[in-house]
Every structure is written in C-alpha cells, then in structure tokens.
C-alpha cells in the first residue's frame, strides 16, 4: 500500500514528468476488481477527460489529487499497486484499472493487486468525499507540531483507550501513515506497539513525535520503500527496520531476537526488549 511517503514521491515525479500534458483517451479499468473503486462510467471518464491538461499534483495523507484542467480533478486514494509513467514508444500494460493516453505518445497507468480508489471530480467536490473531508493534519505539514500532537493524544485519549499502533493506524488521527511504517516508528520511539498512550509521558511522547517525523523524513529522502514503486518503475530504497525479514533476528539496538505478534488487524515486528 502507498503510505504518504510514497505518494510525496509520485507527486514529485507527476509535476517533473506530467504537468502540460494533454491527455489524448481515458480508460478505466479492463481488469475487473470489485475494490476498485470508481465514481464514473467507463464512457463518461472518456468523455469529461479527452482533451484535459494535467496540473499541479498534490498529496494529502494517502491520497493524490491530479487536477484535468480545466474543471476536473483526477484522484487516486488509499491503493496498494503501482502508478506509472510509459514514455512514447513504449506500451502500456494490456491489464489495468486505469490508462490514460496523452498527445504526445506517452501514457499513464494504475494497477492495484489490493484496493483504492481512482475517481474523477468536478473541481471542489473531491473535497467531500468520505475520508478527504475532514482529514487532520499530516506529518509533513507545517501544522503537524509538537503541540499539535500533544493535544491530539489529550483529545483521543478523552474518548477511548488507545495503544501507540492505534494511534498511528487507525482511524486516520495521522493520515499517511500504516501498519508498515508503524513499525520503524515505534522501534524508533522504543514503544511497544500495545503501550497506551493515555500512559505516555511528556517525554515520551516528544521521543514518538520525532520517530514520526524521523522515519517519514527518512523513507522520503529514499524514494519510498524497497518493496513499492514510484513513476518509473524503480523500488524504494528505504529497507524497514522492523519487518518480516527482521523476524528472528537480533535487534540492531540490543541483539535480542526480533519478535511478532499479530495485532490490530497486521503483524508486528519488534523487540520486547527495547520497546517498552
């Protein structure tokens, strides 16, 4: 699944290589998947994109806005897959749940082998759709302080009992991030991943405030993750600290064999010695 590393990434490589482009011909998806979401018909995306231009992208979370201009706005949301970018001359894929055809020869294509979305918006009204609206503030925003973050755990910690996995996988309190970044985040925060926040001290909750923006800053600054793809194709070279290939093995920090249990719907992998 893309994570807002990954997304920052695309958006990056979409404004490089897209931005102008006319698209040419929109398709939706010949690969049929029953969670893939789309919010048109295969002719009416045809018919609103042909002749669009491609703006300026941008990410919030796990979701990516690509504005058709003019009026319309491209979104992918929440997907497991891969985006990418074929130069004139090469062929798209002949499976996909999205292709998108442009003047110049190039395409644009979208697979997922799990879920997303891919939706086509007047302009505006995307940001009324279920889990955009209303969406809290990300890690790589400038409002994403330490203060900001202390609140937010006074705030949930009110209405429920919530472990330090909770905080960062569910419910989107910190959109962009999931179960695989969770677990170098909480290695990081030398935390177990069942550690309640309602018990986390004022340093302990700086020490998680700065994995957070430590290992988002770091998958980042690597293109994303080993096992995901950006635009073009290439893997991530960030290689997480914490999972399935860090299972039994010693613990960087203390040589303690790394361990896993299943937990809030994923695995995770960690170690019972260093994280408290």
Request: with cysteine; charged share 25%.
């Amino acid at each position: 699944m893309f994570e807002l590393p990954e997304f920052t990434t695309l958006v990056k490589q979409m404004n490089e290589t897209l931005k102008g482009k006319v698209i040419r011909e929109g398709k939706l998806g010949n690969l049929p998947h029953k969670f893939v979401w789309y919010n048109r018909k295969p002719d009416e995306f045809a018919r609103l994109t042909q002749g669009k231009r491609v703006g300026k992208t941008w990410a919030k979370g796990k979701w990516l806005f690509a504005p058709l201009e003019p009026g319309y706005v491209l979104v992918f949301g929440e997907c497991g897959g891969k985006i990418l970018y074929h130069p004139a001359g090469s062929a798209p894929p002949s499976k996909y749940h999205l292709l998108i055809h442009f003047d110049d020869g190039s395409a644009l294509s979208a697979t997922t082998q799990m879920w997303g979305a891919m939706e086509l918006y007047e302009k505006g009204k995307e940001r009324q759709r279920q889990y955009i609206k209303d969406m809290r503030t990300t890690p790589v925003e400038p409002g994403f302080t330490f203060a900001y973050f202390s609140a937010l755990i006074d705030e949930v910690t009110q209405i429920e009992k919530k472990s330090a996995k909770g905080l960062l996988t569910q419910d989107q309190l910190i959109p962009g991030l999931g179960n695989a970044i969770a677990q170098d985040i909480l290695f990081r925060a030398r935390l177990s991943p069942k550690r309640p926040i309602g018990d986390l001290t004022k340093p302990q909750r700086r020490q998680l405030y700065n994995a957070i923006a430590q290992t988002v800053r770091a998958i980042i600054a690597q293109g994303g993750r080993y096992d995901e793809f950006d635009l073009y194709g290439n893997p991530g070279k960030y290689v997480r600290l914490m999972d399935k290939n860090a299972l039994a093995r010693p613990c960087p920090e203390c040589g303690r064999r790394i361990e896993k249990i299943a937990y809030l719907g994923g695995a995770c992998y960690f170690c019972a010695n260093c994280q408290k």
